[in-house]
């Protein structure tokens, strides 16, 4: 069982409004330390960052009207990262946070849905949302019948039970972090994956530990405390050059947010 959302969800709309401005903090500093949440609907857009970087609203603006639409109202809040905080990341990348992560090997049932969603949100790239059951097969697409879907589908799909819909922002909220069952699958545990610099375990150890599942076919288990310089034996460093390499062979954090790790 298994659902995943597209890049024009309300709550991806979050994911990558609070994953562009990280690319951002990463065009004016090596290792930026910041923080991003989102919550977006209904004309506005409300950002609160924890940021080594200076962000104006000049700067965010730009991001929320490409990705959300030029009609949201911007309200920003940008405050620098806790010093004490600030402190244990002074002499070099430690662990970030305290946290236990797990990566799962992705099944044939999640790489079908993840397949079939990445298809409908090239036809059509609005608002939607799929979930795959042992015998269901539920799309829920905006500006699409399903006439349009069948193509994709096929007859097996249960297809806009509530009839046809537009979605977006307009008609839902979206807030960073809220669909990490579409990012991560049976891999999610505590923290989220956007909107954070890399020395965040979330973002980190996650990525990490999804990379050693999918190589050994097993299920991996890390745990962290704030401040440790390695994780089983590993580096941190190392931890997070691993996922800087995934982050960057997808384009950037604004890119990882559409899909998340499936």
């Known amino acids: 069982m298994f659902e995943k959302v597209n890049p024009s969800h309300p709550d991806k709309v979050a994911d990558r409004i609070a994953g562009a401005i990280v690319d951002l903090a990463y065009t004016k500093q090596e290792n930026p330390r910041i923080a991003v949440e989102v919550l977006i609907g209904h004309g506005n857009c409300h950002i609160i960052a924890e940021s080594s970087v200076p962000l104006s609203p000049d700067a965010v603006k730009p991001i929320v009207d490409r990705i959300a639409g030029e009609e949201m109202h911007l309200d920003l809040q940008v405050v620098q990262q806790d010093a004490h905080l600030a402190k244990n990341q002074a002499e070099g990348i430690r662990c970030g946070d305290n946290g236990i992560f797990r990566g799962m090997p992705i099944t044939d049932e999640q790489r079908r849905l993840a397949a079939h969603a990445r298809r409908m949100y090239k036809a059509f790239p609005y608002d939607g949302k799929y979930i795959l059951t042992d015998d269901r097969y539920i799309v829920c697409q905006s500006h699409a019948t399903y006439q349009d879907l069948l193509p994709i589908v096929g007859h097996e799909a249960d297809v806009n039970p509530l009839g046809d819909w537009t979605g977006g922002t307009n008609v839902d909220t979206g807030a960073t972090n809220r669909k990490l069952g579409s990012d991560m699958g049976d891999a999610v545990t505590g923290g989220g994956l956007h909107g954070k610099d890399l020395s965040k375990a979330d973002v980190s ?50 890119k990882f947010a559409e899909w998340g790790l499936i």
């Open 205 to 254: 150890v996650n990525i990490y530990a999804h990379i050693l599942a999918q190589r050994s076919g097993k299920p991996v288990e890390l745990s962290c405390g704030i401040g440790d310089r390695e994780i089983a034996g590993i580096p941190y460093r190392e931890i997070v050059e691993s996922a800087r390499a995934f982050i960057q062979r997808l384009g950037g954090f604004e």
